[in-house]
Nanobody
Framework: QVQLVESGGGSVKSGGSLRLSCAASGYTSSNYCMAWFRQAPGKEREGVAALDDDGRTSYADSVKGRFIISPDNAENSMYLQMNSLKPEDTAMYYC?????????????????????WGQGTQVTVSS
């Protein structure tokens, strides 16, 4: 049974940092595409960052240069390092996985490309 469990969310001030973790079980995460999505109240779920099994990454324009997605294959986990956080980064953050997610060499950031989801971890950034 595939499970994804997020952790590391919390409340920080603008300019601060957080590192989210996603622990995978029931499959080998290094063989899968994995991604982070977020959803703020009243808004649609949006892709933040994705990582495919070849190590290719993609980022939403709003987080480029601030967030870094990385794998920890030894721990069957994935991380999202979030730096220079802004109030508009406030959202529930979800980890997601799929066997394939790459289109023309770029991991996709569309929710319907992924079929395994975690329960989410809340990130709140205050000004």
């Amino acid at each position: 049974q595939v499970q994804l469990v997020e952790s590391g969310g919390g409340s920080v001030k603008s300019g601060g940092s957080l590192r989210l973790s996603c622990a995978a079980s029931g499959y080998t995460s290094s063989n899968y595409c994995m991604a982070w999505f977020r959803q703020a109240p009243g808004k649609e779920r949006e892709g933040v960052a994705a990582l495919d099994d070849d190590g290719r990454t993609s980022y939403a324009d709003s987080v480029k240069g601030r967030f870094i997605i990385s794998p920890d294959n030894a721990e069957n986990s994935m991380y999202l390092q979030m730096n220079s956080l802004k109030p508009e980064d406030t959202a529930m953050y979800y980890c997601a996985a799929a066997l394939y997610c790459t289109d023309r060499g770029t991991p996709l950031l569309t929710p319907n490309s992924f079929y395994y989801w975690g329960q989410g971890t809340q990130v709140t950034v205050s000004s």
